[in-house]
């Protein structure tokens, strides 16, 4: 299985369509069984349209209309939901945003040009300033005049400001066109698996294309993207269909907020397999918001060198109840670790009022952890719960 990034890259703007046509015929006949006088087996005789239909007929047609009324029933609740889909994608495409980034690499001697499709929503910061947040891969390594924006009704636009941060795949692309709507930002940590989710974005460039699923799972950290490094990762997994033109797109859930990022898919094909990846939208606007107020991320900087072999159950001593954490293989000299006296053989259970689930939990709670500030820790040290408080300095 291959993960891969969700956006679509293409050589020139046609994109070509294959159309299969499929013609199913029905053939129905209606036939009546009976038997054999002389030899006593069943045989099947075509029945004239003029007989009589038997009582025993009538009452299976009753029977079958009293069905078709229950399943009316039962289905006008399931039509709820589908028109529940409808509303949500009606109100949020006029906030989704499709983007065409004109590219140029140099492979070799030669350089070669192209354009990669993908998708954004339009947040709102200040209350005022408008921005399409997306995923940085996407419009990475294109100038803003080679950045076409297009909404819904077919408007096309370029941004007029670009701020991204790599270790988190955050892109945020100012715009001036205060008639579009921005969406409304839903609160990512209160969604459960097998909630449902909508997916919109452009698929091999088909802008502003609806998806429905489930979510699928939560915490998904430790994915390896091709080339692209995302050093920080707590991803949703979802089943609703995400294809290559997806990323930077919304997922949404039913009250029509934005609770992720469509970001990746995992693909044997190059095509969707029912398995999707999204930045939860809580870590995607605290990148974002420090990417509008400083121009850049301000990661936070812990300073220990975390074991990524570490099993919690191999421990002796450890308390019974503890399913996670991080252990601390070395401490730099002069870090905020140091500072806070954490030691090698530190079992983090804790860091900021929140659990730690591994080492790369450890390293996006951190990550995200705003600077300067006393962050109270906890951790395992000789089978023993201490406490302490550590302030993080700048990563970079």
């Known amino acids: 299985m291959v993960l891969k990034l969700a956006s679509y890259r293409s050589k020139s703007h046609i994109l070509r369509r294959s159309v299969c046509g499929v013609v199913l015929i029905a053939v129905m006949t209606s036939l009546t069984f009976g038997q054999d006088a002389d030899n006593g087996q069943s045989v099947s005789v075509r029945r004239s349209a003029m007989e009589k239909v038997p ?28 028109y529940l889909v409808r509303r949500v994608s009606q109100l949020v495409k006029p906030s989704v945003i499709h ?39 996407v419009i990475s390594g294109a100038e803003p005049e080679g950045i076409l924006l297009r909404s819904y009704l077919g408007k096309e636009f370029n941004p007029t400001r670009i701020v991204s941060d790599e270790s988190s795949d955050i892109a945020l692309l100012k715009i001036e066109q ?43 950290r430790d994915l390896s993207l091709g080339e692209q490094k995302i ?11 995400i294809n290559p033109g997806n990323s930077g797109g919304p997922l949404l859930n039913l009250r029509g907020e934005v609770v992720g990022v469509n970001t990746a898919i995992a693909s044997s094909s190059g095509g969707s397999e029912g398995i999707g990846f999204a930045i939860p939208m809580r ?17 936070g900087y812990l300073g220990v060198t975390l074991d990524p072999d570490f099993d919690v159950v191999a421990i002796d001593g450890i308390e019974l109840d503890q399913r996670g954490g991080a252990m601390v293989k070395s401490v730099r000299r002069g870090s905020p670790a140091e500072i806070a006296r954490l030691q090698r053989g530190d079992v983090i259970v804790e860091f900021n009022g929140g659990s730690v689930d591994n080492d790369d939990h450890l390293v996006t709670q951190v990550g995200l952890t705003p600077i300067g500030e006393s962050i109270p820790m906890v951790i395992l040290r000789n089978g023993k719960r201490y406490r302490t408080e550590v302030v993080l300095t700048d990563f970079n």
């Open 55 to 82: 009582t025993s007929t009538v009452g299976i047609e009753l029977e079958r209309e009293r069905l078709y009324n229950e399943l009316a029933e039962e289905f006008s609740a399931f039509d709820r939901l589908g």
């Open 99 to 137: 983007i065409e980034a004109h590219k140029t690499e140099l492979r070799g001697a030669t350089r070669e040009s192209f354009d990669e499709a993908g998708s954004g929503v339009i947040v709102e910061f200040g209350g005022s300033d408008k921005w399409v947040l997306t995923n940085r891969h």
């Open 178 to 220: 205060s008639d579009l709507p921005a969406a409304r930002v839903g609160n990512s940590e209160s969604i459960e698996i097998g909630d449902f989710v909508i997916a919109i974005g452009s698929p091999f460039g088909l802008s502003h294309s609806v998806t429905f699923g489930i979510l699928s799972a939560k915490g998904r």
């Open 231 to 241: 050093d920080l990762q707590d991803f949703f997994q979802t089943d609703a269909a």
């Open 283 to 299: 870590m995607a606007m605290q990148v974002a918001e420090q990417l509008v107020q400083y121009g850049k991320l301000r990661r």
